[in-house]
T-cell receptor
């Protein structure tokens, strides 16, 4: 069965610090990978996605993620976080069945001003 | 706004009540989904409707009953729920191709359900 692991439950950073959130998945076939973000009181929004091609994916708001197939990883990065990045971040994987996204438990990011 | 709306946004119900959650998508998509989001657990896929046909139900208890009258509307009928069913219920939609393939899912704001 597919699964997604997000290593950190809660990350606390100061503004301008660099961010890396880990995401590992278990699925041996072709995968499609997503990062979603949920700002406080708001709905889930797509941050970025990887389907194929360049494994370094640029998303909105300065976020990027790198797909490393050999490590089954899709870590999210941002060189300099802002207070407005405070949110919960979810990694999701789709492999095999059409449309079935498997989500990680989420990582809560708190950025101190 | 993602083009996916859900009503009500909050719902409190007793274990003997019957209620329904509504989802509407304004994106012209052909697939819709119900997810359950509980504290400290991953989002759980409950139901998938693709081209109005249910294709997945992931062993959800029968006290949850989905209905998809057309490709723009999705309901989740609730009856005799348990307190552990309290959660955020999210609706999503996407455009799925006939030959398969994955497209991005767009989520609604959710219905916060509390079962007493």
């Amino acid at each position: 069965a597919q699964s997604v692991s997000q290593h950190n439950h809660h990350v606390i950073l100061s503004e301008a610090a660099s961010l890396e959130l880990g995401c590992n998945y278990s699925y041996g076939g072709t995968v499609n990978l997503f990062w979603y973000v949920q700002y406080p009181g708001q709905h889930l929004q797509l941050l970025l996605k990887y389907f194929s091609g360049d494994p370094l994916v640029k998303g909105i708001k300065g976020f990027e993620a790198e797909f490393i197939k050999s490590k089954f990883s899709f870590n999210l990065r941002k060189p300099s976080v802002q207070w407005s990045d405070t949110a919960e971040y979810f990694c999701a994987v789709n492999g095999g069945s059409q449309g079935n996204l498997i989500f990680g438990k989420g990582t809560k990011l708190s950025v101190k001003p | 706004e993602t083009g996916v709306t859900q009503t009500p946004r909050h719902l409190v119900m007793g274990m003997t009540n019957k209620k329904s959650l509504k989802c509407e998508q304004h994106l012209g998509h052909n697939a819709m989904y119900w997810y359950k989001q509980s504290a400290k657990k991953p989002l759980e896929l409950m139901f998938v409707y693709n081209f109005k046909e249910q294709t997945e139900n992931n062993s959800v208890p029968s006290r949850f009953s989905p209905e998809c009258p057309n490709s723009s509307h999705l309901f989740l009928h609730l009856h005799t729920l348990q307190p552990e069913d309290s959660a955020l219920y999210l609706c999503a939609s996407s455009q799925e191709g006939l030959a398969g393939g994955v497209e991005t899912q767009y989520f609604g704001p959710g219905t916060r359900l509390l079962v007493l």
